[in-house]
Structures are given as C-alpha cells and as structure tokens.
C-alpha cells in the first residue's frame, strides 16, 4: 500500500493508491452521475438506484471493513469520493444524499453498533440495498442539539417514541433513521440516546418533501413518530449516551463539508477560466480584461488557501490527533469562502451564470447551506473560542 506523499505531484496526505481511486471515481461521476444531473434537478431526485450502482462499485464502503462487504479503505479514501463527487457531479444534492447514506448515518452503527446491528443495516447499506438518514434537526432544535425534543420512553421489550424531525436528508425514502431521542425526562447532555428506526415502522411518517434553495436532486423530509415502537435492540451504543455519539459524527461531518467545498471550488475556477477564455466583449476575450484576471486570481487564491487547510486537518484527523479546533476552523472557514468563491463565479459568467450548461447559479444555491449546516457559522466561533479557554 502506497503511503500518503509518497509521489511527486501527490499532496500530502494522499498517495498513489488514492489518486488512482481518484481517477475512477472522476470517470464514474463524469460518464454516468455528471450527464444526467439536470434531469435529476428538474425532477428533485436522483434515481433509487443510483445507490445500486454505487454500492455496486463499492464506493459506499470505502472505508468500511472486507469483512462487512466494504473496500478495507479509511477516511482518506472516503475523502477522495466526496471530493471528485463534488468537483465532477456539479449538484449539491446527489452529494447530499449518496454522502448522507454513506458517510452519515452508517458510521455511528459501525462505531458504536454491535454485531447484529451491523449485519442488519450496515452490510445491506454498503451494498445500497438499504438507504439510511441520520435524525438529529427538530423544528425547535437544530444546532443546539442538546434541546432535542422527541421522546423514546422505556416499556418492556424496547421503547416508545413520539416526536418529530425536519431537514432529514434521505428522509423521504430512508429505510432505516439513525435518530437521536430524548430518553430521560431531562434529557440534555446526559439524557439522549441513539434508536435505528426502521421506516416501516407503524406510526412512522413522511409528513412532507421540502422545498429548498438548493440541494434539488436530493429528498429532504419532515417526519413523524406517532407511538413507534421500537426494539431493545435497536438502541444504538449506549442508553443516555447518544451526545457521545452525536459529537463524534460530528466532526467527521463536517470535514467531509470541507471537502466537498474544496472540490466545488476547484470546478468554479476552471468553469470560470473556460469561460473568460472563450467568452469576447467589445471585440476582445473578457479574460484580457484586468478586472476578470483579478477576480480569477482573488477566487484561486482562496480556494487554495481552503484547500491546505482542509489537506491538513484531514492529515491529522486521519493519524488520530484531536482536532475539535481545526475541524472547527476548516469547516467555518471553507464553507464562506465556497459562498464566495461561487457568487465571483457567477459574476463573471454574468447572465450566462444562469444556464444550466455553465451550472453556476446552481453552484451558489448549492453553497449556502454550508454556512448553516452541520453546525452554523456562530457554533463554530463558539467551539473555537472555548478551545482557547476563554
């Protein structure tokens, strides 16, 4: 197995082996993801069996055991994906629900779920059998996670679980819901568990699709328990231990967003310099133009400044350091700058932005949820400023 740099060209921490996966993953999102993305937009959904295909190729388990059907892979494997998926597939919604299945609402029941869990939800979901959805937004709980609402009490047997959620990825057509509940009468810190809910469940509904900004391709659902009654077994790690888990997802989470905001700028830029070379004004291509030459280089600039940061808390992440405050960091930092990054885009493509071959303007709807999902902008101001003491 190669090492991370190990190659000249190669930035660290990746080598050899993950930028030939690199390769294959561009020509599969370029040949069969890329060519239907408008489709999928107009209809806001991308096909069941998009998750076959991928699971197929195993890229749902990439970093996901042999044993378990996966590639034996790690985190720098799964990076690679989310990357060239976001760079190549040029919608924020395949994104969305191919990385909400695989690198959301699958790695808690690997880390945390026993043998049984595992063959029932994780084995089918590597092969895209299974989609799953992690459950954690309520109406009047988002980012404060500790607040959560909906209730699991306890009966012989298992659990009971009333309440609701809302901006679930994959939540229109999940199979089974990681969902995080309040299982004292507090609840808080102390006081949250982990349920996989099969959707199936009587008592369990889709109570609507959501419209949104951006994100088209993706289904984002609003969910109901109504006295779902859920196993013993199903109770994911341990009773009252959930914000455990909720934290360690977490950081993950939003490192993969940095990720993919790397590889969405990377296609701004190149989309941008196509068409600066090709596009004339006044008798003149427009990149010969010292405005447009300066928005390019402001837009590179911050991309590459997005990118080393992203490369190295990934290295570090990936060798077991702490990292709260750099995950942190990267994850407010990288997700403006995509806003950024893509608004300059749009400017200079200008009207053209809004056609759907130059997917600029679906490039910046795409973006704004960064500063919002996975943890908002101001929660990751507050985490970095407790990392200091203060």
């Known amino acids: 197995m190669s090492e991370p740099g190990d190659a000249p060209g190669i930035p660290p921490p990746f080598g050899r082996e993950h930028e030939e996966l690199r390769a294959t993953v561009r020509r599969f999102v370029e040949n069969e993801i890329a060519p239907h993305v408008d489709q999928w937009e107009d209809e806001r959904l991308f096909p069941r069996e998009l ?3 991928c699971g197929e190729l195993g890229l749902l388990g990439l970093k996901f055991p042999e044993a378990y059907g996966g590639q034996g892979g790690g985190y720098l494997h799964d990076a ?3 990357e060239e998926l976001s760079r190549r597939g040029a919608s924020g919604g395949v994104a969305a629900g191919l990385n909400a299945h695989a690198s959301i609402a699958m790695p808690p029941i690997f880390k945390f779920g026993d043998e049984w869990q595992k063959q029932r939800w994780l084995v089918p979901g590597i092969k895209g059998e299974k989609i ?3 459950g ?3 109406p009047g709980a988002g980012s404060d996670v500790a607040s959560l609402r909906t209730t699991a009490r306890k009966v012989e047997g298992g659990w009971v679980v009333n309440g609701s959620k809302t901006f679930i990825t994959n939540g229109v057509r999940a ?4 969902c995080a509940v309040k299982t004292t009468e507090q609840g808080g810190h102390d006081g949250i568990s982990f349920l996989v809910i099969d959707t199936d469940s009587p008592g369990y509904e889709v109570v609507s699709k959501l419209e949104k900004l951006g994100w088209h391709a993706s289904d984002t659902g609003e969910i109901a328990f109504t006295d779902v009654e859920v196993p013993d077994e199903h109770l994911l790690g341990e009773e009252n231990g959930g914000f455990k888990l909720i934290m360690s997802n977490f950081a993950w989470e939003r490192l993969l967003m940095a990720i ?7 296609e701004l830029i190149e989309t941008s310099v196509a068409y600066a070379g090709e596009r004339e004004a ?3 291509s427009i990149g010969s133009f010292q405005a447009i030459r300066h928005k390019i280089a402001e837009m590179a600039t911050t991309a590459a400044a997005a990118k080393t940061l992203t490369y190295d808390t990934l290295r570090r992440f990936d060798q077991g350091e702490p990292v709260i405050r750099e995950v942190s960091m990267t994850k407010l930092m990288t997700q403006r700058a995509l806003v950024e990054v893509a608004d300059q885009a749009l400017q200079i493509h200008g009207g053209y932005g809004y056609m759907k071959e130059y997917r600029v303007e679906r490039a910046l709807r795409d973006a704004r949820l960064g500063p919002i999902g996975g943890g908002t902008d101001e929660i990751m101001k507050e985490i970095i400023g407790k990392t200091f003491g203060l």
């Open 51 to 53: 998750f076959d295909r």
């Open 80 to 82: 690679i994906w989310v």
């Open 132 to 134: 799953g959805a992690l």
């Open 136 to 138: 954690i937004t309520e």
């Open 175 to 178: 199979d089974f819901l990681v």
């Open 260 to 266: 993919g905001a790397v590889g969405a700028m990377d």
């Open 282 to 284: 006044f008798g003149r």
